[in-house]
C-alpha cells in the first residue's frame, strides 16, 4: 500500500433517487474541479531509457512540474518542505512519467520493501495515479521506492476501496544521487482501460511519501484521502487515436509436480485474453493452476463466526474491487477449484460493468461422487457526478438444480468532502430464504483527522444459508446499531509525534425483540518522535448463544519503528473469553538486511482456562524473500499451529521474464491448506512455465 491504511473504508450501498442528494454531489465536484490543477502530456520524439536516469536530452519537450506537494500529514494543507520535480510524456504505445524527490538528508532514505505490492507506505516512495475515464470515481495507481520495486492497484469508489491484488505488466527504475533520488514509469495503454481519441483528458493524482516525518504529499492536494478521485488534477492533450496493441493474449501454463508417495502430477492450462476496444476486456480460462498458491496465515478467531480470508487466486483477482460491498454479496473463495470461467470487464459511457461465470464440482457429503455446481455473478456501476455511483449486483449458484444467491442495489454518496452516505438493499433467493431482506444504511463524515459515522443494518431471519452460497454473511435474523468515532492528533513539539483514539459501538437484536450481542471497542495509540509506539485497547461485549456471556479483553502492544524496514512489537491481552479465562501474547519483527534480505517472524500464544475445545495454540510464521531483482526472486513461508497439529512450508523461486511477458517458477511445498485446517499434502516439488503469446 501507498499510503496508511487508516484511509481505507469498507463502504457498501442502497439506490437513492432523490434529485436534492444528486444536486449536493454536483456542487461539490463544481468546486473541486475548479480548485485543480493541470498539466499537458507532450508527444515525445521517442522513449526514454527506463533505467532511473532522468537527463534532460532524453525528457526534452516533456511537461514539467515543478515545486513543493501539499501535506494530507503530517501538517495538512502546508507545502512539503521537499522538492520534487515532475516530466511527463507519451508515446503512441505508452505513458512516461519521471520524478526527481530532493531531499537534503539523502542518507536517512527508507528503502526496504522489495515485495511487489508491499507497503510502500513504510518507505520513501512516489506514485502516478490516473483516472482515466475522468470519472472522478475509478483509477489506476502506480508507485515505487528508491529500489524499483513496484506497487499497482485498481481504485474505486472515489477511494474508498484499493484492491491492490491488481496486477500488470509496466516498468520503473530508480537510482540514488548525493541529493535526491530519480524515478522513471513507463505505463503501456495497452494496461489501461480508456476511451480512445486525440485531445483526451484524463484525471492525474503525484505522489509522495517521506516516512522519516510520516508524510503523504499530493501534487493536487490538499485532500481529505489520497485516492480522492474526485479531487484529482488533470492530464490533458492525450493523444489515444492510435496504440500498439493486440486484441488477443494467450498465456498457457504447465505444471509439473511430484508428491511424496504419490504419482507425478503432469497439467496444461491456461488463459484467453480478448481486447475489443481500449474499454472492455475478456478473460477465459480453463483448468486453471492454484497449486502454487499461498497457504492463508493462520490468525486467532475469538468469536462463533466465520473468518472473512481474502482471495488469492489469479483468475478472481481483476476487477475485484468491484464486488467490495459492505454486505458482500459475491465471495469468491465460495467457489472452489473451478474446471473453467469466463469473466468481462468494462465501461460503456459513465456505467462499469463486471460479469463473471465459473462451473466447478463439488463433492456430495457422505457419497463418493461429485455434482456439479455453476456460478454466475454480475455488476453494473453508474458514475454520478462528485465521484457517487449507483450500483446493482446480481449473483447465483445454480446446484442440482436449485438457485440460491442474491440481487441487491447499492450507492456510495459524496455530498461534500467531508459528508458522504453508503446504502444497499437486497433481496435473497433460494429454498429457505424465500426472498428474505437485508439492507444497511450509513451516513458519515470523513476528513484527513476525524472519522465518524452511524450504521443501522436489518438481516432477516432464514437468509444465511442461501445468500452464503456466493456471498459472505456471518449471521442473520439482525437488527443493528453501530456508530464509530476516530480522531488523530499530530503534535508539532516534544517526544510525541502522534496520538490516534478511537470508540466503536456495536449492538443489535432479533427481529422477536431479543437482545442478541453488544460491544464496545475503544483504544488509543501514541507514536514517538524516537519510533516507539504503545497502543492500548479495551473490548466488552456480551453475547447470546445457548446462553448470554459476558466477554471482555484489555490488550497492551508496545512497539518500535526505525521507518526504515525494520520494526519489533510485542503485545499481551487479558480477560475473558466465552466462560474461559483468556490470555493472549506474542511478539513478532520484520527486519531489512541490505537492499535484497527481508525477513518476518510472529509469535501468537492463546491460552483458555478451561478450554473444552482444545483451542489453546501457539502461532509461529515465518516469511523470508531474497530479490536479485525485481523480477527475480525467492521467497519463503511457513507456519505452524500447534492446537491442530498443523506444518505448512513454502519455497518458491520467481523469475519473470520479457518480452515476451512470461514466467518460470520452482517450489517446495508441504502442507499448504486454507486458515484452521490440516492439510495432509506431503512433500512436493513443483515446476511451471507460463508464457504470454
Not at 54 to 79: K, L
Not at 522 to 539: H, K, M, P
Not at 569 to 587: E, M, P
Request: charged share 25%.
Amino acid at each position: 500500500m501507498l499510503v496508511s491504511s487508516r484511509y481505507k473504508a469498507g463502504v457498501g450501498g442502497r439506490t437513492i433517487t432523490a434529485g436534492l442528494l444528486a444536486g449536493m454531489a454536483l456542487t461539490a465536484a463544481t468546486a473541486s474541479a475548479a480548485d485543480a490543477p493541470s498539466t499537458t502530456a507532450t508527444l515525445l520524439p521517442a522513449p526514454p531509457v527506463i533505467d532511473g536516469d532522468v537527463t534532460e536530452v532524453e525528457w526534452a519537450g516533456a511537461a514539467v512540474v515543478d515545486g513543493h506537494f501539499i501535506q494530507i500529514e503530517p501538517e495538512f494543507g502546508q507545502p512539503s518542505p521537499f522538492r520534487t520535480v515532475v516530466r511527463i510524456g507519451q508515446t503512441n504505445a505508452a505513458l512516461y512519467v519521471a520524478f526527481e524527490s530532493y531531499d537534503p538528508d539523502p542518507d536517512r532514505l527508507a528503502a526496504a520493501v522489495t515485495r511487489r505490492d508491499g507497503d510502500l507506505g513504510d518507505d520513501d516512495a512516489v506514485g502516478v495515479v490516473l483516472d482515466t475515464f475522468l470519472d472522478g470515481r475509478t483509477a489506476y495507481g502506480f508507485a515505487t521506492n528508491p529500489l524499483a520495486t513496484q506497487w499497482d492497484a485498481r481504485i474505486a469508489d472515489n477511494g474508498r476501496t484499493t484492491d491492490e491484488v491488481w496486477d500488470e505488466a509496466w516498468a520503473c527504475a530508480s537510482r540514488r544521487h548525493g541529493d535526491r533520488w530519480t524515478t522513471e514509469f513507463e505505463i503501456p495503454f495497452a494496461i489501461l482501460r480508456f476511451e480512445p481519441g486525440e485531445d483526451r483528458t484524463w484525471g492525474l493524482s503525484l505522489m509522495r511519501t517521506v516516512p522519516r516525518r510520516l508524510e503523504v504529499s499530493l501534487w493536487s492536494g490538499p485532500a481529505e484521502d489520497p485516492f480522492r478521485v474526485s479531487r484529482f488534477g488533470t492530464l490533458t492533450g492525450l493523444k489515444l487515436g492510435s496504440r500498439e496493441e493486440k486484441s488477443w493474449q494467450l498465456i498457457p501454463y504447465g505444471l509439473a509436480a511430484a508428491e511424496e508417495g504419490e504419482k507425478t502430477d503432469l497439467e496444461i492450462g491456461g488463459d484467453a485474453r480478448w481486447r475489443p476496444s481500449s474499454a472492455v476486456a475478456v478473460d477465459a480460462t480453463a483448468n486453471p493452476d492454484f497449486a502454487l498458491i499461498e497457504a492463508d496465515v493462520e490468525v486467532i478467531n475469538l468469536t462463533r463466526f466465520e473468518l472473512f480470508i481474502p482471495e488469492k487466486r489469479p483468475f478472481f483477482l481483476e476487477g475485484s474491487e468491484m464486488y467490495q460491498q459492505r454486505i458482500r454479496q459475491f465471495y469468491s473463495r465460495r467457489i472452489g477449484d473451478i474446471t473453467w470461467g469466463t469473466k468481462a470487464i468494462g465501461t460503456v459511457g459513465r456505467t462499469d460493468f463486471s460479469a463473471i461465470v465459473a462451473s466447478e464440482s463439488q463433492p456430495i457429503e457422505g457419497f463418493d461422487d461429485t455434482i456439479r455446481a455453476h456460478y454466475g455473478i454480475g455488476r453494473l456501476q453508474r458514475t454520478l457526478p462528485g465521484g457517487s455511483t449507483v450500483g446493482l449486483l446480481g449473483g447465483n449458484r445454480r446446484r442440482g438444480g436449485i438457485d440460491q444467491g442474491s440481487v441487491g442495489v447499492d450507492t456510495t454518496l459524496f455530498f461534500t468532502e467531508t459528508l458522504g452516505f453508503t446504502g444497499q438493499l437486497l433481496s435473497v433467493h433460494g429454498p429457505t430464504a424465500k426472498g428474505g431482506l437485508a439492507w444497511f444504511v450509513r451516513p458519515s463524515y470523513d476528513s484527513a483527522r476525524t472519522h465518524f459515522h452511524v450504521r443501522y443494518t436489518n438481516l432477516d431471519p432464514g437468509i444465511s444459508e442461501d445468500f452464503n452460497a456466493v456471498g459472505f454473511l456471518r449471521d442473520d435474523d439482525r437488527r443493528e446499531f453501530d456508530t464509530n468515532l476516530t480522531r488523530n492528533f499530530w503534535i508539532e513539539n516534544g517526544p510525541v509525534e502522534k496520538v490516534e483514539a478511537g470508540a466503536n459501538y456495536n449492538r443489535f437484536y432479533s427481529h422477536d425483540g431479543t437482545l442478541r450481542a453488544w460491544a464496545l471497542d475503544a483504544e488509543v495509540e501514541v507514536t514517538f518522535r524516537n519510533g516507539f509506539e504503545v497502543e492500548i485497547g479495551r473490548i466488552d461485549d456480551y453475547q447470546l448463544f445457548e446462553k448470554g456471556f459476558r466477554n471482555d479483553r484489555t490488550a497492551l502492544e508496545v512497539g518500535w519503528d526505525g521507518r526504515d524496514g525494520r520494526s519489533i512489537r510485542a503485545f499481551a491481552a487479558r480477560g475473558v473469553n466465552f466462560d474461559s479465562d483468556l490470555r493472549l501474547y506474542g511478539a513478532s519483527a520484520d527486519w531489512a538486511f541490505g537492499d535484497a534480505w527481508r525477513l518476518g517472524y510472529s509469535l501468537t500464544r492463546l491460552e483458555l482456562d478451561p478450554d473444552p475445545a482444545g483451542d489453546t495454540t501457539w502461532i509461529h510464521v515465518l516469511e523470508g524473500l531474497y530479490a536479485f531483482t525485481p523480477d527475480l526472486f525467492v521467497k519463503l513461508f511457513t507456519q505452524t499451529n500447534s492446537a491442530i497439529d498443523k506444518v505448512n512450508v513454502q519455497l518458491v523461486g520467481v523469475w519473470r521474464f520479457k518480452p515476451p511477458f512470461g514466467s518460470l517458477q520452482l517450489a517446495y511445498q508441504r502442507g499448504t491448506s486454507e486458515a484452521g485446517e490440516v492439510s495432509t499434502q506431503g512433500d512436493t516439488v513443483f515446476t511451471k512455465l507460463s508464457w504470454v503469446f
